[in-house]
């Protein structure tokens, strides 16, 4: 069975502090791997798409990592600010009949304080 | 990018209503899908809509209690029909990009049955 796991599931830091967050997944068979921001009361709007051949990935203070071996990938924060105080959901594509079906984690909270 | 409308963005209801959710896309798109997402929960897909034919149901969901309208390529309605305090939940409209098949999610509609 398909399955994204996310760590931690929630997280506090201090503005300005950087933060990295984790996705463990078991999906096959492998097409790309996405993360994604939901604020509170909107729908995600997507930071970061990766492919099997990509292991790194940056927009603007978010940078993604992928490893394809160990099924794991990371998103790291830089220099957090109270905006980016939202859920953090890492989502895998399966190839599938010529399309893709999604898996969805359940998100990392985080909240970033004064 | 693709920009997601959803109506109404909120609704409290009554238990034994139903309710019709509309999601409008600011261009043409082949497959739209709809997804459910409890409190404290990941995103699940509900049903792919096509436009001319029948939408697809995923496991544990049926027709009869979520009824999909898929008029053109720019529109779909999901009704919520006979609501129980279980339906409490946001829906979400999504549309896949030409990138990777990246999705796009409207802003979603908080629904809660009284």
């Known amino acids: 069975k398909n399955q994204v796991e996310q760590s931690p599931q929630s997280l506090i830091i201090l503005e300005g502090k950087n933060c990295t967050l984790q996705?463990?997944?078991?999906?096959?068979?492998?097409?790309?791997l996405r993360w994604y921001k939901q604020d509170t009361g909107r729908g995600p709007v997507s930071l970061t798409i990766m492919t099997f051949s990509e292991n790194t990935k940056s927009n603007g203070r978010y940078t993604a990592t992928l490893d394809a071996d160990t099924k794991q990938s990371s998103l790291h924060i830089t220099a957090s600010q109270l905006s980016d105080s939202a859920s953090y959901i890492c989502v895998v594509s399966a190839e599938k009949g010529g399309g893709n079906k999604l898996t969805f984690g359940t998100g990392t909270q985080l909240k970033v304080e004064l | 990018s693709a920009v997601i409308s959803q109506k109404p963005s909120r609704d409290i209801c009554q238990r034994g209503t139903s309710l019709t959710i509309q999601c409008q896309v600011d261009?043409?798109?082949?497959?739209m899908f709809w997804y459910r997402q409890q409190p404290g929960q990941s995103l699940t897909l509900i049903a792919t809509?096509?436009?001319?034919?029948?939408?697809?149901?995923e496991s544990g969901f049926v027709i009869d209690k979520f009824p999909i309208s898929r008029p053109n390529l720019t529109f779909s309605t999901l009704t919520v029909s006979n609501m129980s305090p279980e339906d409490s939940s946001i829906y979400l409209c999504?549309?896949?990009?030409?990138?990777?098949?990246?999705?796009?999610f409207g802003p979603g509609t908080r629904l809660t049955v009284l």
């Open positions: 261009s043409q798109v082949t497959m």
């Open positions: 996705c463990n997944y078991t999906v096959s068979p492998f097409s790309n």
């Open positions: 809509a096509n436009q001319g034919s029948e939408a697809t149901y």
């Open positions: 999504s549309v896949e990009g030409r990138l990777y098949n990246e999705q796009f």
